[in-house]
């Protein structure tokens, strides 16, 4: 079984700062409006190298959609984090994690069991609980212990697999520097959602910076709002790492 990725770097020869990228659910390593590979572009052209991967079961890794699990994902991620910062290119020192959506629950994981990590990025992070809230749909197909959600079957544990989880207490363990980037009108991961993550690392006295982007959708569908979630998130890191 084997993970596919791409490795963005910067020009110059030698090592440089490093951020993982973890895509969505149901995405790949190009995301939405193709914002990791601007995302990873620009990364590389201040100087940081930028790795995004498809989980396995997603995108162009081996494996079919409906083996994924959450668990799954959060291995695969520490397997990608412990390559990344194996590669020549890399400073072992200053590497960092970013997530979306999914991704982001899969980074706040990761946060928790990775004290090397120097920042982490969350985009939209989900929690458990807003993720399971599709526990309760039905199939159209009535495959008990199953759900459909558009063309993809989920594997019939994915949500006590999930239920295994807890992002918000592992965003929390280690007190370095967190972004968190949320559109206000996200309908998928609604800023209530978000708030969970800000409210605990903020009583936890984790280093966060919240940045709110007005009007935006999830996926941060309007050029606008896409330029100022990556400048956002430059810049920051830039700054962290």
């Known amino acids: 079984m084997a993970l596919r990725g791409s490795a963005y770097l910067p020009a110059a020869e030698g090592r440089h700062p490093s951020v993982l990228l973890l895509h969505g659910f149901t995405g790949q390593r190009i995301e939405a409006g193709f914002i990791f590979v601007r995302l990873a572009r620009a990364l590389a052209q201040r100087g940081i190298a930028a ?3 498809d989980f396995m079961h997603s995108g162009e890794s081996d ?22 910062q194996s590669q020549p290119f890399a400073d072992r020192s200053r590497s960092g994690v970013l997530g979306f959506s999914l ?11 990775a004290p090397q990590c120097k920042a982490v990025a969350l985009i939209a992070p989900t929690t458990v609980t807003n993720l399971c809230r599709h526990a309760t749909k039905s ?16 594997h019939a544990g994915f949500f006590e697999d999930a239920r295994t989880l ?3 207490m592992d965003a929390t363990k280690h007190r370095r520097p967190t972004l968190l980037v949320q559109g206000t009108g996200d309908q998928a991961v609604p800023p209530a959602v978000s708030k969970e993550y800000v409210d605990a690392m903020r009583a936890a006295d984790v280093p966060l910076t919240y940045h709110a982007i007005d009007g935006a959708d999830h996926v941060f569908s309007s050029p606008t709002w896409r330029d100022q979630l990556i400048t956002t998130t430059v810049e920051w890191l830039v700054k962290n790492l």
Request: glycine share 14%; proline share 5%; aromatic share 6%.
């Open 51 to 53: 790795v995004t991967f």
């Open 139 to 154: 199939s159209p197909h009535g495959e008990k212990g199953r759900v459909v959600i558009g063309p993809h079957t989920l």
């Open 166 to 168: 807890d992002p918000v």
């Open 103 to 113: 991704g982001g629950l899969v980074a706040a994981c990761v946060a928790g069991r």
């Open 63 to 84: 494996g079919s959609f409906e083996n994924m699990l959450v668990t799954g994902e959060l291995a695969d991620a520490l397997h990608m984090l412990q390559w990344t």
